[in-house]
């Protein structure tokens, strides 16, 4: 393992955005960072050795589920009568 010569500055601190429409504190990747990144068979990805969490998971409420729930049904219900009605087993108006 090689030792790694570690600024004083902190690279991490409130400092003014690197670029237009990025938030504090984020610092782009150097090539030199790019050495500590690394991916498993399974193709999750890590920094200096620690798992990095690239996912998002939300949640619906009961009442925004049942609701789309609802609107599946429905939908499937109108593609449904849409195709009775092409295939002429249904009287169309």
Partial sequence: ???KLISTE??????????????????PLS???AEDMGFDRKHRLYWCGELLVTENRFSLSWWQ???????????????????LRFMGWVPGS
């Fill in 31 to 33: 090539f030199g960072a």
């Fill in 65 to 83: 589920a049942a609701t789309a729930v609802a609107v599946a049904i429905a939908t499937v219900g109108m593609a449904l009568m849409d195709f």
């Fill in 10 to 27: 902190d690279p991490w601190c409130d400092k003014e955005p690197y670029k237009d429409g990025w938030p504090k504190g984020v610092r």
């Fill in 1 to 3: 393992m090689t030792k």
